[in-house]
């Protein structure tokens, strides 16, 4: 074998989003060489706010709130669709589209 040098600050991290769409599983040997690590639910009207205040919206607070209530409702309230995405894609959508 060859020996590769290590950089002690490197390391490699693979998210999976198991059942997302057009997403395979990773095999159970892939998976014996990562551990595990839990993730959060990011703060998507946190998100909106800092990505309208840097699209020079004033009120960017307010907004980002209320976009991220209309996708949440939307989600609730409308069939399930495969095409439909209320997620980080959906949300970054809507605030490109009102700057």
């Given at each position: 074998?060859?020996?590769?040098p290590?950089?002690?600050?490197?390391?490699?991290?693979?998210?999976?989003?198991?059942?997302?769409a057009g997403?395979a599983?990773?095999?159970?040997?892939?998976?014996?060489?990562f551990?595990?690590?839990?993730?959060?639910?990011?703060?998507y009207?946190?998100?909106?706010?800092?990505f309208?205040?840097?699209?020079?919206?004033?009120?960017?607070k307010e907004?980002?709130?209320?976009?991220t209530?209309?996708?949440r409702?939307?989600?609730?309230?409308?069939?399930?669709q495969?095409?439909?995405?209320?997620?980080?894609?959906?949300?970054?959508?809507?605030?490109v589209?009102?700057?």
């Amino acid at each position: 074998g060859t020996d590769l040098p290590l950089i002690p600050t490197c390391a490699v991290n693979i998210t999976m989003n198991p059942g997302y769409a057009g997403r395979a599983e990773l095999p159970d040997n892939l998976k014996a060489l990562f551990r595990p690590c839990a993730m959060m639910v990011p703060d998507y009207a946190l998100i909106g706010e800092i990505f309208l205040y840097s699209y020079g919206f004033a009120n960017a607070k307010e907004i980002g709130a209320k976009a991220t209530q209309a996708l949440r409702l939307s989600s609730e309230q409308l069939s399930a669709q495969d095409h439909y995405d209320f997620g980080m894609r959906g949300l970054k959508s809507l605030l490109v589209a009102s700057g």
